[in-house]
């Protein structure tokens, strides 16, 4: 079975570019999710969908951050302007039921000098 | 407010022996999930073991365990027979149910590095 499919794997990018990550949930997950890992910070969830729509948002850092979730299998994490700050690995996974387990794509290193 | 509590930054064991990974929650809600997930070096997070807080048994999942003492709000991992391979990140995470128009948020503790030594 396929898992949670994210793209780029890498990306480095310069300061004001605008970023696009990508995520495919596994089919038939009904919740999705973006999160931020950074040494400082951990692990934060930056926001969720239900049944492609977002519930909870207020783990986006700024204006700066949107995400959509077009259809039951496509979601985006944009960062439009980028800045170093927002260097990270950026995961996305998705789970069948809040209370279920919740299964991590491989992430996105995302790098902005 | 919700929070995982990991106290072990790090630490050691010898291979083939077991080792626990301390959690402990902090929330209000009756209802909640309590889950571990892996994470190597190469970076990708791995769903572990689950334990719901209305179930009376401990889960476990081939070598993992989860000792929940749910009046201690306590959810350690038991990983018994270590292996080289289980060097990791481990992170433990609750989840409180959704609320309307909030909730549901998966919360994640600091982690503890594991390394096994041969």
């Known amino acids: 079975d396929a898992g949670v499919i994210q793209s780029p794997r890498h990306e480095v990018t310069e300061m004001g570019q605008e970023v696009t990550l990508r995520c495919k949930p596994i089919?038939?997950?009904?919740?999705l999710f973006w999160y931020r890992q950074t040494m400082m910070r951990g692990l934060e969830l930056l926001i969720y969908f239900n049944n492609n729509v977002p519930i909870d948002d207020s783990g986006m850092p700024e204006d700066r951050f949107s995400a959509k979730m077009p259809n039951a299998s496509f979601s985006t994490l944009k960062i439009q302007p980028s800045e170093p700050r927002d260097s990270a690995v950026y995961f996305c996974?998705?789970?069948f039921g809040w209370g279920q387990p919740q299964h991590f794509g491989d992430g996105t290193r995302l790098s902005i000098l | 407010a919700q929070k995982i509590t990991q106290t072990q930054p790090g630490m050691f064991v010898q291979e083939k022996e077991a080792v626990t990974l301390d959690c402990t929650y902090d929330?209000?809600?009756?209802?909640?999930?309590l889950f571990w997930y892996k994470q190597p070096s190469s970076g990708e997070m791995i769903f572990l073991i689950y334990q719901g807080s209305y179930d009376e048994q401990n889960a476990t999942e081939g070598r993992y365990s989860l000792n929940f003492q749910k009046a201690r709000k306590s959810a350690n991992l038991v990983i018994s027979a270590s292996q080289l391979g289980d060097s990791a990140m481990y992170f433990c995470a609750m989840r409180e149910p959704p609320r309307e128009n909030q909730g549901g948020k998966l919360i994640f503790g600091q982690g503890t590095e594991l390394s096994v030594k041969p």
């Open positions: 089919s038939g997950h009904d919740y």
């Open positions: 929330t209000s809600d009756q209802s909640y999930g």
């Open positions: 996974a998705s789970s």
